[in-house]
């Protein structure tokens, strides 16, 4: 896919997005932090728009297919583990990280799945600082979307699904991802709007679909430099809601969703109106909707099969005393020949299961997934 420069250079761009925001800081900020290398690392990020088909990388991308954004701490950690193993392995030089991450995120714009894997690897604690032959993997994932949002407008125009892809990788990433300071990346924050805005204009059903998504994602973290163009951005939804005269009943349920999702704060929508909408988008679309925003925070009133996957893995162990056949062994064992405990009255405090062995250890938590 041919790319037209559109931005104010490589590696440049969302630097200047806060310049009259922000305080110089000693060593510099935050941002120039993240990207000040992605220049000096000679990736040619024209070839992302191209098929990968290289058998040298196949068994990384096999990797990278049993990321889990739903994996508990630990075991995620392991498969980046042995991620890093592999790709150090199958990759000799920088030249050859370089390629080899052309292919993967040449992947992720084929793939909406894929692109969450691939983001919830780079949202990791391990990766802020994660060397391969000396080249840090999430600058040039950082390089890659700020390239893609320069050439945002023709990659749009050529290939409507590979700029949601983008967007999505963009939108989840800003979402996960910390700087080593703990501190979110407020600097996406602007393009994170402006492709949201292109998502309306362009108002088919998936680009309205991954609106809202993005929209109830990160809606919260916008601050009040992006007030007026969040403002905006909901007038237009409002016209098009109007005057869309082509737009289908799916497309306008997508912007009535976005309405009240902003209404109410960009918190877990009330349950009646939960099930409103799973009525209209279905059951799947819903879960998945709410399951992208906080996998540990949605409570229905009602039954939900779909919507139960997205439910956290702690469970509640129940002790009770052991059944006896003999009075005198209950008597004297149990309740240490003390009055029998009336009937239908439980024993016993919960315990947490297995699901629960990542929020035990406070550092093992933090390094996946710390969020506001």
């Given at each position: 896919?041919?790319?037209?420069a559109?931005?104010?250079?490589?590696?440049?761009?969302?630097?200047?997005?806060?310049?009259?925001?922000?305080?110089?800081?000693?060593?510099?900020t935050?941002?120039?932090?993240?990207v000040?290398?992605?220049?000096?690392?000679?990736?040619?990020?024209?070839?992302?728009?191209?098929?990968?088909?290289?058998?040298?990388?196949?068994?990384?991308?096999?990797?990278?297919?049993?990321?889990?954004?739903?994996?508990?701490g630990i075991?995620?950690?392991?498969?980046?583990?042995?991620?890093?193993?592999?790709?150090?392995?199958?990759?000799?030089?920088?030249?050859?990280?370089?390629?080899s991450?052309?292919?993967?995120?040449?992947?992720?714009?084929?793939?909406?799945?894929?692109?969450?894997?691939?983001?919830?690897?780079?949202?990791?604690?391990?990766?802020?600082?994660q060397?391969?032959?000396?080249?840090?993997?999430?600058?040039?994932?950082?390089?890659?979307?700020?390239q893609?949002?320069?050439?945002?407008?023709?990659?749009q125009?050529?290939?409507?699904?590979?700029?949601?892809?983008?967007?999505?990788?963009?939108?989840?990433?800003?979402?996960?991802?910390?700087l080593?300071?703990?501190?979110?990346?407020?600097?996406?924050?602007?393009?994170?709007?402006d492709?949201?805005?292109?998502?309306?204009?362009?108002?088919?059903?998936?680009?309205?679909?991954?609106?809202?998504?993005?929209?109830?994602?990160?809606?919260?973290?916008?601050?009040?430099a992006?007030?007026?163009?969040?403002?905006?951005?909901?007038?237009q939804?409002r016209?098009?809601l109007?005057?869309?005269?082509?737009?289908?009943?799916?497309?306008?349920?997508?912007?009535?969703?976005?309405?009240?999702?902003?209404?109410?704060?960009?918190?877990?929508?009330?349950?009646?109106?939960?099930?409103?909408?799973?009525e209209?988008?279905?059951?799947?679309?819903i879960?998945?909707?709410?399951?992208?925003?906080?996998?540990?925070?949605?409570?229905t009133?009602?039954?939900?099969?779909?919507?139960?996957?997205?439910?956290?893995?702690?469970?509640?162990?129940?002790?009770?005393?052991?059944?006896?056949?003999?009075?005198?062994?209950?008597?004297?064992?149990?309740?240490?020949?003390?009055?029998p405990?009336?009937?239908?009255r439980?024993?016993?405090?919960?315990?947490?299961?297995?699901?629960?062995?990542?929020?035990?250890?406070?550092?093992q938590?933090?390094?996946?997934?710390?969020?506001?």
């Open positions: 896919m041919k790319k037209s559109s931005g104010s250079g490589r590696g440049r761009g969302w630097m200047k997005l806060n310049n009259k925001t922000e305080h110089e800081r000693p060593g510099g935050p941002s120039n932090n993240l000040n290398s992605v220049t000096k690392l000679n990736i040619d990020q024209n070839e992302y728009k191209k098929n990968c088909d290289i058998p040298q990388f196949a068994k990384l991308i096999n990797i990278f297919e049993q990321i889990d954004a739903k994996d508990d075991l995620l950690n392991q498969k980046l583990k042995h991620l890093i193993k592999v790709w150090r392995e199958d990759c000799k030089s920088a030249t050859d990280i370089n390629k991450f052309t292919c993967v995120y040449s992947k992720c714009l084929q793939d909406s799945s894929f692109a969450t894997k691939l983001v919830t690897v780079m949202a990791s604690r391990t990766f802020i600082s060397k391969i032959h000396e080249i840090k993997i999430r600058h040039i994932f950082v390089g890659s979307l700020q893609d949002y320069e050439n945002r407008v023709s990659i125009q050529e290939s409507p699904a590979a700029f949601r892809n983008f967007v999505r990788m963009l939108g989840e990433f800003c979402h996960k991802a910390r080593a300071d703990g501190s979110s990346l407020k600097l996406l924050n602007k393009p994170i709007l492709c949201l805005e292109m998502l309306v204009k362009n108002a088919q059903p998936a680009d309205l679909d991954l609106f809202t998504t993005m929209l109830y994602l990160n809606g919260s973290s916008f601050d009040s992006q007030l007026e163009a969040m403002s905006l951005l909901l007038m939804v016209q098009l109007v005057h869309g005269t082509s737009l289908t009943k799916t497309c306008r349920t997508w912007l009535l969703l976005a309405l009240d999702v902003a209404n109410n704060r960009f918190g877990i929508l009330p349950s009646d109106i939960h099930k409103f909408y799973e209209q988008l279905g059951e799947k679309a879960a998945h909707f709410q399951g992208t925003h906080n996998i540990l925070s949605i409570e009133s009602y039954p939900s099969k779909t919507l139960d996957s997205y439910q956290s893995s702690v469970s509640v162990l129940q002790v009770t005393p052991p059944e006896s056949t003999s009075p005198v062994e209950q008597s004297n064992i149990v309740y240490n020949n003390c009055q405990q009336a009937e239908g439980r024993i016993g405090r919960p315990i947490l299961g297995v699901g629960a062995r990542s929020h035990s250890n406070g550092e938590e933090e390094w996946y997934d710390r969020r506001k």
